[in-house]
């Protein structure tokens, strides 16, 4: 079983910064894909980053905003997120795309979510 817990999230205010960490755990052969989403109430279901090998993608609203870190070696992906706004207010999920043996298939395995609200 793989699991991902997610920690990090919370109440801030305009222009402030927060880190979310996601801590990847249990049975893998390679970690292909390591990346964060978020679900905003009335809004779409997003990917806000991800990392595949040492190519990075990020969302055109968080460009030069958030940044991630992505560790396969120590299995954690974290995301950075500065000068956030009330549009970045949502459910932070991480997400992982892993080989669990040699030449099984690949699936993709989700944490929890952690809420974070961004507010004066």
């Known amino acids: 079983q793989v699991q991902l817990v997610e920690s990090g999230g919370g109440l801030v205010q305009p222009g402030e910064s927060l880190r979310l960490s996601c801590i990847v755990s249990?049975?893998?052969?390679?970690?292909?894909?390591m990346g964060w989403y978020r679900q905003a109430p009335g809004k779409q279901f997003e990917m806000v980053a991800g990392?595949?090998?040492?190519?990075?993608m990020y969302a055109e609203s968080v460009k030069g905003r958030f940044t991630i870190a992505a560790d396969v070696a120590k299995r954690t992906v974290d995301l950075q997120m500065d000068n956030l706004n009330p549009d970045d207010t949502a459910l932070y999920s991480c997400?992982?795309?892993?080989?669990?043996?040699?030449?099984?298939?690949?699936?993709?395995?989700w944490g929890q979510g952690t809420q974070v609200t961004v507010s004066s």
């Open positions: 990392a595949m090998g040492e190519t990075m």
């Open positions: 997400k992982v795309a892993v080989h669990r043996t040699s030449n099984g298939n690949q699936y993709d395995y």
């Open positions: 249990g049975e893998i052969f390679r970690i292909n894909f």
